[in-house]
Nanobody, 121 residues
């Protein structure tokens, strides 16, 4: 079994900061890309930021310059530092990892349960 456990969400005022963490655990052989997605009420889930095993980064235009994604491969953990938060950043944030579990035929995507981020104006 593989699990992704997120932490760090909460309520913050506009202009504030939060740091999300997501740790992958279980029978993991290797992890490729990791990333953060979000879903606001009434909207589709969207990509926020991703990072490959080689360190290549990709950000949504709406968060460039404000959010920073990083990962600690030794801990199978990905982070999302969110600065200058805006009310429109309010959403449930989901961690995702494309990884190969031990004994699996190949990599597939796994998802965390989500953590709520609320930014008040």
């Amino acid at each position: 079994q593989v699990q992704l456990m997120e932490s760090g969400g909460g309520l913050v005022q506009a202009g504030g900061s939060l740091r999300l963490s997501c740790a992958a655990s279980g029978r993991i052989f290797s992890i490729n890309a990791m990333g953060w997605y979000r879903q606001a009420p009434g909207k589709q889930r969207e990509m926020v930021a991703t990072i490959t095993s080689g360190g290549s980064l990709n950000y949504a235009d709406s968060v460039k310059g404000r959010f920073t994604i990083s990962r600690d491969n030794s801990k199978n953990t990905v982070y999302l530092q969110m600065n200058s938060l805006k009310p429109e950043d309010t959403a449930v944030y989901y961690c995702s990892a494309t990884l190969s579990a031990l004994g699996a035929l190949g990599p597939r995507a796994y998802w965390g349960q989500g953590t709520q981020v609320t930014v008040s104006s």
